[in-house]
């Protein structure tokens, strides 16, 4: 039952998805194992976008270990469970819920044994800086502690890249790439802590190759120069090269022809959908308190209030001039939200 609830879940998410990103690009998928236990590490920049275009792009189902802050509402909690996702607990949920991590990070030793594919975003927190911060080692330790209670596991690790144009904006579009799987039995030796460390530098590296990864060092500066020569940024490999380069390579991509007819049609769908655009705008987007939840609202919004709105319009139309003129209406507009988003 619970998997067809998630294929349920997933269809619906990708549709949304659909509608919502000018243009969603995979790369790599092929290289996800598929009858094998995998943990997947991302790079993390938009917040729950990101899990959930893992989610709908991967081709496994997959658990996620989710920041515990999420979990505080039971009715929340309960759908987040559904959905596997396991809360993780940080230093700033309390010292005390600390010692919660070491059941979730048992469970997640057995999910491999049952060859489950399980995503974590390693670098603790997201950003929407263009840089693969740092990796914490939690994710070392349930490697590890996975390797020595099942020896015999063939644990695989698939670096993922995320990439946005821009995070923030309405429409965007996105790069996926994922890497190819490495055994986690690579790294192990007799010294643990340089097991740790490899571990840490190795898929840091990896991942950083899978995104547009700008160095922390004169960061702003770097980043206006990709900006200047107009780079696209879903395309990680050239942008990384044209850094290393100083700019001696870069590739241009190329500017939007169709702006002003894009934003004439996004004048008209606002229009058709001023309710569901003014609960955005008056009462969710003021209450963003970290920006990185700009583009998650934004889409609970589309795939949540936007439908009923539809929904209610056309059954409107549909009792007072018939379902002729309703499914017009209702088929206007999914056309507008395809120009709109799409050109």
Request: proline fraction near 4%; aromatic fraction near 12%.
């Amino acid at each position: 039952m619970n998997r067809i609830w998630l294929s349920f879940v997933r269809s619906y998410l990708s549709l949304g998805m659909f509608f919502y990103f000018k243009r969603i690009e995979v790369h790599g998928v092929e290289n996800v194992p598929k009858n094998k236990p995998i943990l997947l590490l991302s790079n993390h920049q938009n917040a729950l976008l990101d899990a959930l275009l893992i989610a709908t792009k991967c081709g496994r189902f997959s658990y996620f270990l989710t920041r515990a802050g999420v979990f505080k509402s039971t009715l929340i909690s309960k759908i987040l469970k559904s959905l596997r996702m396991l809360p993780v607990y940080r230093i700033r949920d309390g010292w005390g819920n600390l010692a919660n991590n070491k059941a979730i990070f048992s469970s997640c030793v057995e999910l491999f044994n049952k060859n489950e594919a399980i995503v974590i975003f390693p670098e603790g927190s997201h950003n929407l800086k263009r840089t693969v911060r740092p990796l914490s080692k939690g994710f070392t330790r349930i490697i590890f502690e996975t390797l020595d209670t099942h020896p015999n596991i063939d644990l695989q690790l698939v670096p993922v890249g995320l990439n946005f144009l821009n995070a923030e904006r309405f429409s965007d579009s996105t790069a996926l790439y994922f890497g190819n799987p490495i055994s986690a039995k690579k790294f192990l030796s007799d010294d643990r802590n340089k097991d740790v460390i490899a571990l840490k530098t190795v898929m840091q590296s990896e991942i950083s190759k899978l995104t547009a990864h700008i160095p922390t060092e004169n960061y702003d500066k770097t980043l206006q120069k990709l900006e200047k020569f107009n780079v696209n940024f879903l395309k990680p490999e050239a942008v990384n090269k044209s850094i290393a380069t100083n700019f001696e390579f870069y590739e241009s991509q190329k500017k939007d022809s169709f702006s002003v007819v894009k934003k004439i049609f996004k004048l008209v769908l606002i229009i058709q959908l001023i309710v569901p655009y003014l609960i955005w705008k008056l009462i969710a987007k003021p209450k963003i308190k970290e920006k990185e939840f700009t583009s998650t609202f934004r889409f609970a919004i589309a795939i949540t209030i936007v439908p009923l709105w539809l929904l209610i319009i056309t059954l409107i139309l549909a009792y007072n001039f018939g379902w002729l003129i309703a499914l017009c209406f209702f088929t206007s507009v999914l056309l507008l939200t395809l120009l709109a988003v799409k050109l």
